[in-house]
């Protein structure tokens, strides 16, 4: 199969009548569909791209993303397991019924009916309500590269955070952004061009038998002793934070009298 544009197809143009620029894809077998771009030009405006126009850059970048959103679709198909032809494809860029409003309401509803850990969830909740105070990013028009710059300088100066943080922030907005370009709610995926580099790690340095017992000797308050017991339970269990959530003491270890 084949995608390319096509101009004055029914060789109409001249210096002063316009023609449309369309995009062709051809299945073979002489089927084949015609898309619409909206951009009309005269006979001497087009040689394999727009040229001799102001805004012939504007417009070429223009043509540009509308024949890759179909060619993205294709893929998506292939991805699928469809078969790629020319009843499948209109099925599939169809208008899709069920679109939600605003991106806003479809990343909160795919949040809740997500199928991740309840911790996981808590945490893309909180990156959730952060793009809520943003409040530059509702629509989905509004997912936007510069936008989503500009929710990088929001979270980065709203409380004094860390590069790891605001790099999870980012981590947990892409995923709904990525499905949104795949259902075809967005023609472009403003996360494919923004840098989001996560803080070099550093080493962190290890209590020494001293420091643990100074910790464990310490008088605190009722709450403050509870999560020091459980940092001490872990240190001597070696137990991450979230299987330390998950450690259930009667079914999880055996006490030998």
């Not at 001249?14 to 089927?31: T, W």
């Not at 929001?154 to 980012?170: A, D, L, M, S, V």
């Not at 990525?178 to 494919?192: F, M, S």
């Amino acid at each position: 199969m084949k995608v390319y544009y096509i101009f004055d197809r029914r060789h109409i143009a001249s210096r002063l009548r316009e023609a449309p620029v369309e995009l062709r894809i051809y299945f073979g077998k002489q089927k084949g569909k015609f898309i619409a771009t909206g951009i009309k030009l005269y006979a001497n405006q087009w040689d394999k791209m727009v040229v001799n126009r102001v805004d012939a850059i504007q417009l070429n970048r223009q043509l540009h993303l509308f024949k890759k959103k179909y060619e993205d679709a294709i893929h998506s198909m292939k991805v699928d397991g469809l078969e790629i032809n020319l009843e499948n494809f209109n099925e599939y860029i169809a208008p899709k019924k069920n679109m939600p409003d605003n991106f806003i309401d479809f990343l909160y509803e795919e949040l809740q009916n997500s199928n991740i850990r309840d911790s996981t969830k808590r945490q893309h909740l909180v990156a959730f309500q952060a793009l809520e105070r943003f409040e530059k990013i509702k629509s989905f028009s509004s997912l936007t590269l510069r936008n989503i710059e500009l929710f990088d300088n929001f979270i980065r100066n709203e409380e004094k955070r860390t590069q790891t943080t605001i790099f999870g922030y980012h981590k947990r907005i892409k995923p709904y952004v990525c499905k949104a370009y795949r259902l075809g709610y967005i023609t472009e995926n403003p996360y494919l061009k923004f840098k989001n580099d996560r803080e070099q790690y550093k080493e962190r340095v290890a209590l020494n038998e001293d420091e643990l017992k100074l910790l464990q000797e310490i008088k605190l308050p009722q709450k403050l002793d509870k999560i020091r017991d459980l940092f001490v339970f872990q240190c001597f269990t070696g137990l991450s934070y979230v299987d330390t959530q998950l450690f259930d003491f009667e079914k999880d270890s055996e006490i030998n009298f």
